[in-house]
């Protein structure tokens, strides 16, 4: 399940930076990573009224939220693929059960 919803975001993550001509090196994907927890971390801010809203709807703001997330997501799966991490075994070893293969 892990390998093949990495290569869904590699896909599109690959199709993206070749549109937009930018370079996915090994830092690159550490990078985006820490721009990504930063977003989410923006996002939680103003749904938990912490920062500035900007005349979002309470709606919008938890829209912001998962969407940050899900960026997250993708970037963790992006970088592990990058660095060749088993994260279905780091799964078993480190929260003590296997991740669905569906």
Known sequence: MLDKLAGQFEAASAG???THAIKRDSDWFLLKLQEEM???TQAWNRLTGRG???GRSKEELSRDLADETADLLGHVLLFARRNQIDLA???ERKWLFTPDAH
């Open 38 to 40: 930063g977003e989410l």
């Open 89 to 91: 075994a780091a799964i």
């Open 52 to 54: 500035r809203t900007k």
């Open 16 to 18: 993206y930076a070749e």
